[in-house]
């Protein structure tokens, strides 16, 4: 069975669950049948009538909740109604083996019946309203998550990465993970605060496509420097001229502290080198 869904996503039930549902169905019929003749007293003709309004009622209630998940509305209501239906008949069979005289075994296993069913029905059905909803753009699409052996080995750099993930959907495992390390090395490094609210705000900028501003956390802040802002604005100077020196000559450090020097005479050899490392790590 398929059904046709926005974006041309369907729900595919496999027959196996067509058996199980029917298997589900015979059960609970006969369940409900011997309680309502022999229990209550009910004439066969009207146990029968009782039996099919149940047995309807479940699964046009069932077919109402996948129809108004397809059309990308909220099923919830009826969601609510079949898993009370179902509540009913796995108590009405538990029940009924117990006055039968069977082992409590027998009552678990068949009230067991509604509750797998309905339970795969509801997990599909909650697929059908994701895809529909992610085809027609009123819910992101999934996140990227760390795997295991991350969380094992690299909790906070998972924990990070994942923060990353759910403020930016389009990012990968492995970008996550990158952009997630660049920054706790910058972090652990860092010893100024206007450092830090400067390099959050490199990290937006890195999120929305920009450039990585490469900032020399390692060089303190000059007496003159109100709020660090000249000095950063310096090495961010000094960093965008070692890049398109990097263009002209090379990743040679020689050539590359030579050929900036003919702007910033006093730059130090370290700064150029530091700023080369960043690069090649990038």
């Not at 996948?66 to 179902?86: E, F, I, K, R, Y």
């Not at 068949?110 to 085809?135: D, H, K, M, N």
């Amino acid at each position: 069975m398929t059904t046709t869904t926005h974006g041309n996503r369907g729900a595919k039930f496999s027959p196996l669950f067509f058996a199980l549902a029917g298997i589900t169905l015979a059960l609970a019929s006969w369940g409900y049948f011997d309680l309502f003749t022999r229990h209550a007293g009910m004439p066969p003709w009207l146990a029968l009538f009782a039996v099919g309004g149940l047995d309807l009622a479940a699964v046009l209630i069932g077919k109402h909740a996948l129809t108004v998940a397809q059309d990308g509305d909220s099923s919830a209501p009826w969601n609510a109604a079949l898993l009370l239906l179902t509540a009913l008949g796995s108590y009405a069979q538990f029940e009924h083996a117990a006055l039968n005289g069977d082992a409590v075994a027998i009552g678990v296993v068949s009230a067991a019946f509604p509750i797998v069913t309905v339970g795969l029905f509801e997990g599909q059905l909650r697929r059908v309203y994701r895809l529909q909803g992610r085809a027609a753009g009123r819910l992101a699409q999934p996140r990227a998550s760390m795997d295991l052996v991350t969380w094992l080995f690299y909790r906070r750099l998972a924990f990070r990465a994942t923060q990353l993930a759910v403020l930016d959907r389009g990012l990968d495992q492995d970008t996550a993970l990158m952009i997630a390390e660049r920054q706790l090395v910058l972090e652990a490094e860092a010893s100024q605060k206007p450092q830090r609210r400067r390099m959050r705000r490199t990290y937006t900028a890195e999120l929305e496509g920009g450039e990585l501003e490469d900032l020399d956390i390692h060089t303190p802040p000059g007496p003159d420097d109100e709020d660090n802002g000249g000095g950063l604005r310096r090495r961010g100077e000094i960093a965008a001229a070692v890049r398109t020196s990097v263009g002209r000559v090379g990743h040679n450090l020689e050539d590359v502290l030579t050929d900036v020097r003919t702007s910033y005479p006093d730059v130090e050899r370290d700064t150029v080198r530091k700023t080369l490392a960043r690069l090649a790590a990038s």
